[in-house]
T-cell receptor
């Protein structure tokens, strides 16, 4: 079983839509959780960290369910510029050794 | 300010050749990481340095892969006797001490023919 599993998509949504991505991780001892964004042929960039209490940054909301080993990302009011691949990332060891999912590809359509 | 830089950006190697990929981290960043990203996949961890010490090399796929960071700044990832399955983007990332965010370079796209 992979360390981090994501639905690869693609998700094609109209501008203004709300879209949610989910991710599961296999190691219950995992310590920290993140969502990274990767544009086509570019490097990954940190979008947001994910905290147990859930956290929000503008149109983006991240949730963590440790009991179910499940992480989610919600994007509200999608913009064309949100089109990218969203990578679910887990730091299993606490030593900044990151495990990436395969990514979920989002395309926002005008 | 300057981000993480990598060179070369593209490298084509014939099977069996040795290659060396360079990473210049953000100045002052203590931690440096190498990842391998195959087409359609997420990055996979290769190795991690804290200053000049290589603390984790568990992700290196074989003994043909070797990484060093002799002075705690620039790092080189060397692949000996390249194979076709080594074709991928090699990403370098750095982070300041005590912080989780990793800043990635643009990557080196290696194609082995």
């Amino acid at each position: 079983r992979k360390e981090v599993e994501q639905d690869p998509g693609p998700f094609n949504v109209p501008e203004g839509a709300t879209v949610a991505f989910n991710c599961t991780y296999s190691n219950s001892a995992s310590q920290s959780f993140f969502w990274y964004r990767q544009d086509c042929r570019k490097e990954p960039k940190l979008l947001m960290s994910v905290y147990s209490s859930g956290n929000e940054d503008g149109r983006f909301t991240a949730q963590l369910n440790r009991a179910s080993q499940y992480i989610s990302l919600l994007i509200r009011d999608s913009k064309l510029s949100d089109s990218a691949t969203y990578l679910c990332v887990v730091d299993r060891t606490g030593a900044n050794n990151l495990f990436f999912g395969t990514g979920t590809r989002l395309t926002v359509i005008p | 300010g300057a981000g993480v830089s990598q060179s070369p950006r593209y490298k084509v190697a014939k099977r069996g050749q040795d290659v060396a990929l360079r990473c210049d981290p953000i100045s002052g960043h203590v931690s440096l990481f190498w990842y391998q990203q195959a087409l359609g996949q997420g990055p996979e961890f290769l190795t991690y340095f804290q200053n000049e010490a290589q603390l984790d090399k568990s992700g290196l796929p074989s003994d043909r892969f070797f990484a060093e960071r002799p002075e705690g700044s620039v790092s080189t990832l060397k692949i000996q006797r390249t194979q076709q399955e080594d074709s991928a983007v090699y990403l370098c990332a750095s982070s300041p001490e005590g912080l989780y965010e990793q800043y990635f370079g643009p990557g080196t796209r290696l194609t082995v023919t």
